[in-house]
T-cell receptor, first 110, second 116 residues
Framework: KAGVTQTPRYLIKTRGQQVTLSCSPI?????VSWYQQTPGQGLQFLFE???????NKGNFPGRFSGRQFSNSRSEMNVSTLELGDSALYLC?????????FGEGSRLTVL | AQSVTQLDSQVPVFEEAPVELRCNYS??????LFWYVQYPNQGLQLLLK??????LVKGINGFEAEFNKSQTSFHLRKPSVHISDTAEYFC??????????????FGQGTILTVHP
């Protein structure tokens, strides 16, 4: 069974731009969650999607958004990028009692 | 609201020595508890989890943890560490009352460094 796949793995953007990150969950998993990891704030929950509906949302500004497609693939978007958005963005798909994480997309904002 | 405190930000230890990484949590509801490991430039890998039942949980790579409800702790232990255990370890909690396992609250992480 293939794991959680995130693309791109690395990307560099400038302030004010927007970015879209993609996540393909493990086959059969309908829940996809997103997390932001930074040295200062650690791992913070962004949002969770289940069957194309946002089920939970973390405490992030509206510039952070996401969606899930009918095949369970998910995307997250960050608009009007700020320097503080530089982070590792992790996607995870879940089964009962366990989250499976991808390797992340490392975003650098210059 | 839930919170997780990992009491040590860094733990240095010599190879083949025992190690304990400490985790305390705070929650007004019942919780599920997890330990994850992260190697450099990689995602998180589940080491072990407590959902219910026996409070002593065994995981991969020889790790185990004990859930102590009265002390709200979930400390991770390994009797003999290897160089390859060098990584960052995260304790996390989830609300046991819901159907969602996607929302975890993580601790700040403990960097375990195993010296030869």
């Amino acid at each position: 069974k293939a794991g959680v796949t995130q693309t791109p793995r690395y990307l560099i953007k400038t302030r004010g731009q927007q970015v879209t990150l993609s996540c393909s969950p493990i086959s059969g998993h309908r829940s996809v969650s997103w997390y932001q990891q930074t040295p200062g704030q650690g791992l913070q929950f962004l949002f969770e999607y289940f069957s194309e509906t946002q089920r939970n949302k973390g405490n992030f500004p509206g510039r952070f958004s996401g969606r899930q497609f009918s095949n369970s693939r998910s995307e997250m978007n960050v608009s009007t990028l700020e320097l503080g958005d530089s982070a590792l963005y992790l996607c995870a798909s879940s089964e009962v009692g366990e989250l499976f994480f991808g390797e992340g997309s490392r975003l650098t904002v210059l | 609201a839930q919170s997780v405190t990992q009491l040590d930000s860094q733990v240095p230890v010599f190879e083949e020595a025992p190690v304990e990484l400490r985790c305390n949590y705070s929650s007004s509801v019942s919780v599920y508890l997890f330990w994850y490991v992260q190697y450099p430039n990689q995602g998180l890998q589940l080491l072990l989890k407590y959902l219910s039942g026996s409070t002593l949980v065994k995981g991969i790579n020889g790790f185990e943890a004990e859930f102590n409800k009265s002390q709200t702790s979930f400390h991770l232990r390994k009797p003999s560490v290897h160089i390859s255990d060098t990584a960052e370890y995260f304790c996390a909690v989830a609300n046991a009352g819901g159907t969602s396992y996607g929302k975890l609250t993580f601790g700040q992480g403990t960097i375990l460094t195993v010296h030869p």
